[in-house]
């Protein structure tokens, strides 16, 4: 390790500039503050977080749609932790809980679908909320829904795929970002090649690391030695889980259930083929198609400034809500409630100015 | 620890807990895997289980800053 921190302080004064390297996963997020390496970087090199917690990139009037759903009668919302906790216009799904509605928190799709099984007389909708490495389990979850006709059963899909975000980010001028550090567990799935087109298309080096500390600071020993030696190449530091081709038995299940769609996301706006939509083939598993779902346009706290700090233009202190009144336990905007939010990470680790 | 259909019995940490083993290809028992969402989404061969421990025994951020 202290080799590693000895070659990141002298290949950043080879590279003679401040650096900006975006960590677009969330969990890479929260590593980097929670084993504190952020302090051993030199001060040219700077870690900014990316749009890459699925809770914090989820459009307000998603949560309204699904706040809308629980309280339908014989509704059971299934969905991941995280998310019951996020304000939406006017509540969340956590406080619908409280006041009776069946909110459920599960741990796999599977345990929806289990639960959909078990509750013959009441419909089930799962909050598909993830990237690359979460939709493949939902669509084996509505794969299976099908095969088993499990009539009872369906997703609520705002499903999103990082390319294009990444991308997206790239052509705001304003943020100027040097390397990025690709998501490993995004990677397991796509496979590493996804990001060559960002080496190729704006020369920006990309490292796919890891999750241990020492992964993340190979990764950036490595993204500083590209821009050393003027090179933007796609290297893969987590190797022991990633390969160039991903999980093909996963991408041919998103492929059977999933087609591209354009989405939006919180902070950023609509990015086109960003989403994944199911195909009309599932459609019944579908709950906008067969629970008729709608997506009202959503009134969010307009001084939260999630959405700069998710494209990384902002940082947690930039925020007049960030600490009072925003905190972990009475979030405002996403990033403060998530465990892969920067907000939260910020708030934990770094501490609030008094 | 046990495989029955497309479920597995696994240790984490020493806590036992069901995955589901669709999405990998032929899991089998002894296997190290890395799970997201109750799902096994990567099968570790033996050479990157010992990278993985190794990184661990190299991590010390104290001996980083000392």
């Known amino acids: 390790m202290k080799a590693m921190v000895q070659n990141i302080a002298q290949l950043s004064q080879r590279v003679g500039h401040d650096v900006k390297f975006m960590e677009v996963c969330g969990t890479h997020t929260m590593a980097t503050f929670r084993s504190g390496l952020r302090q051993l970087l030199p001060v040219s090199v700077r870690l900014v977080s990316g749009p890459g917690c699925p809770v914090c990139v ?25 998310l019951v906790r996020v304000p939406g216009t006017d509540t969340s799904l956590e406080q619908e809980r409280a006041a009776g509605a069946n909110v459920r928190i599960v741990y796999s799709p599977n345990d929806a679908l289990m639960l959909a099984r078990e509750s013959p007389s009441k419909k089930v909708v799962f909050l598909g909320v993830g990237f690359e490495t979460t939709a493949p389990t939902i669509a084996w979850a509505i794969w299976r829904a099908a095969r088993d006709d499990v009539q009872n059963f369906s997703v609520l899909c705002a499903h999103k795929t990082m390319p294009q975000a990444m991308d997206a980010l790239l052509r705001d001028k304003e943020l100027k970002i040097d390397g990025f550090l690709c998501p490993g567990h995004v990677s397991v799935i796509t496979g590493a090649h996804i990001y060559r087109f960002i080496c190729e298309r704006y020369r920006i080096p990309c490292v796919v690391s890891g999750f241990e500390s020492w992964d993340i600071l190979k ?12 090179r933007a190449e796609v290297e893969n530091e987590y190797s022991r889980s990633v390969n160039e081709r991903g999980n093909e038995a996963a991408q041919r299940l998103m492929a059977e259930v999933f087609e591209p769609c354009d989405t939006v996301w919180r902070g950023i706006g609509i990015i086109p083929g960003s989403g994944l939509a199911i195909r009309d083939k599932y459609a019944c598993f579908d709950a906008t198609k067969a629970l008729g779902v709608t997506f009202p346009e959503a009134h969010v706290n307009p001084l939260c400034r999630c959405g700069s700090v998710l494209r990384g233009a902002a940082s947690p202190p930039d925020c007049r809500l960030f600490g009072h009144p925003c905190s972990p336990t009475h979030p405002i905007g996403p990033c403060m409630v998530s465990g892969e939010g920067v907000c939260a990470a910020y708030y934990k680790y770094e501490g609030v100015a008094a | 620890m046990e495989l029955h259909d497309s479920t597995a019995t696994i240790s984490v940490g020493g806590a036992m807990r069901e995955v589901d083993v669709s999405l990998i290809e032929e899991p089998r028992l002894g296997d190290h895997v890395l799970v997201h969402a ?14 993985f421990q190794a990184i661990r025994a ?5 001996e980083a800053i000392a």
């Open chain 2, 38 to 51: 109750g799902f096994a989404i990567h099968k570790w061969d033996q050479s990157e289980v010992e990278e």
């Open chain 1, 219 to 230: 990764s950036i020993e490595l993204l500083l030695r590209q821009l050393a030696e003027g």
């Open chain 2, 58 to 62: 190299a991590m010390d951020l104290r």
């Open chain 1, 58 to 82: 989820t459009d307000p009037s998603y949560l309204d749609a699904a706040i809308e759903l629980c309280g339908r009668p014989n509704i059971i919302i299934a969905t991941f932790g995280d």
